[in-house]
């Protein structure tokens, strides 16, 4: 299996400041043929299911703020909040679909500062 | 807009078996561009992917549990279900139903169920 790895475990960021959280993957999610990052990005609020952000990752699904941006390649790959709300307080999960089965990282907790 | 909810026991005893649904609104299971899988969540740990299905009936498992997996469709009832054999503690989880596109194996999970705990104790 694919084993994906998120740092940090826990990230703590004051209001409107950049929140950044990284993951990466044990092998390479990047197919050549088509140019694609098989790597998505879900954000996990308490008593809620996980809600999807990003995939290809960096394709905004529909609905997602624009404060949310996915980048990276290959193996090492970034989820950036340009500007916290406190709205964003939650656990993020990244998940790579290059293989089956797919596999999420450990989550990252995002807390206000 | 699709919804997907979850029903089963919340509690089941070690060794028996686990059986969940997964019921669609808003949409049907038909639809020839998804799947619908299975995934759980430990309390307070991460996220495991179970097994997928088609509503032709054809199924991704996750090797870690295959042998006890299995998934269904009843495309009467817009529904998918899932059975866990022989659970234990370890199986001890928040039970998410959800919806994928299918490119040569599962991708991103784009709906949601709320999602069922299942607590394994006697």
């Known amino acids: 299996d694919i084993v994906m790895t998120q740092s940090p475990d826990s990230l703590a960021v004051s209001l409107g400041e950049r929140a950044t959280i990284n993951c990466k993957s044990s092998?390479?999610?990047?197919?050549?043929?088509?140019?694609?990052?098989?790597l998505a990005w879900y954000q996990q609020k308490p008593g809620q299911p996980p809600k999807l952000l990003i995939y290809?990752?960096?394709s905004r699904e529909s609905g997602v703020p624009d404060r949310f941006s996915g980048s990276g390649s290959v193996t090492d790959f970034t989820l950036t909040i340009s500007s916290l709300q406190a709205e964003d307080v939650a656990v993020y999960y990244c998940?790579?679909?290059?293989?089956?089965?797919?596999?999420f990282g450990q989550g990252t907790k995002l807390e206000i500062k | 807009q699709l919804q997907l909810q979850e029903s089963g026991p919340g509690l089941v005893q070690p060794s028996e078996t686990l059986s969940l649904t997964c019921t669609l609104s808003?949409?049907?299971?038909?639809?020839?561009?998804?799947?619908w899988g299975w995934i759980r969540q430990p309390p307070g740990k991460g996220l495991e992917w179970i097994g997928s299905?088609?509503?032709?009936?054809?199924?991704y498992d996750n090797p870690s549990l295959k042998s006890r997996v299995t998934i269904s469709v009843d495309t009467s009832k817009n529904q998918f279900s899932l059975t866990v054999t022989s659970v234990t503690a370890a199986d001890t989880a928040v039970y998410y139903c959800?919806?994928?596109?299918?490119?040569?194996?599962?991708?991103?999970?784009?709906?949601w169920g709320q999602g069922t705990l299942v607590t394994v104790s006697s």
């Open positions: 808003g949409g049907s299971i038909t639809s020839r561009n998804y799947y």
């Open positions: 290809w990752a960096s």
């Open positions: 092998q390479s999610v990047f197919y050549s043929s088509n140019n694609k990052n098989y």
């Open positions: 998940q790579q679909y290059y293989r089956t089965p797919p596999t």
């Open positions: 959800a919806r994928h596109e299918y490119s040569s194996g599962p991708t991103w999970f784009d709906a």
């Open positions: 299905i088609f509503y032709r009936g054809s199924t």
